[in-house]
């Protein structure tokens, strides 16, 4: 359901277009070499194979592709290990969905986006 949320999201943009959609971690590296993404958005939670290491797998096969990690909750821990393996992002689900095109756009430029810890989030 969030998926096809955010496929509708973005096709109401018109500089954003979605080339593909994971069900699973097994999914995420044959279609990004399919499909070639400039921005990929990987859900840690996905089932299957890890998606964080699926993350260095894609990096190694399309080095210029952007990943951020879009979570249903923040977690230091996934935050760090993402940062390791070469994502530029992690971005929560429960954000403002009208503010993700604009963060998107931000990872195709070069930039990173990394929300804050929730300790840090009111402040």
């Known amino acids: ?11 109401e943009t018109d500089d954003i277009t979605v080339v593909g959609e994971c069900g699973s971690g097994e999914e995420l590296l044959p279609t990004a070499i399919r ?3 400039h921005v990929v958005l990987v ?9 964080l290491e ?12 952007r990943i951020a990690v879009h979570a249903g909750a ?15 992002g992690y971005l929560l ?3 403002d969905l009208a503010d993700l095109p604009q963060r998107v ?9 990394w ?7 009111g402040r």
């Open 1 to 11: 359901m969030v998926r096809r949320v955010l496929v509708d999201l973005f096709e």
């Open 35 to 37: 499909t070639r993404p």
């Open 43 to 51: 859900d840690p939670t996905l089932p299957g194979t890890d998606p």
């Open 54 to 65: 699926a993350v260095r797998e894609l990096l190694d096969v399309l080095p210029s592709a």
């Open 74 to 88: 923040f977690c230091l821990v996934t935050s760090h290990r993402a940062q390791r393996l070469g994502a530029v």
């Open 93 to 95: 689900k429960g954000d």
């Open 105 to 113: 756009r931000e990872l195709a430029d070069g930039g990173s986006v």
């Open 115 to 121: 929300c804050a810890p929730p300790a840090d989030r």
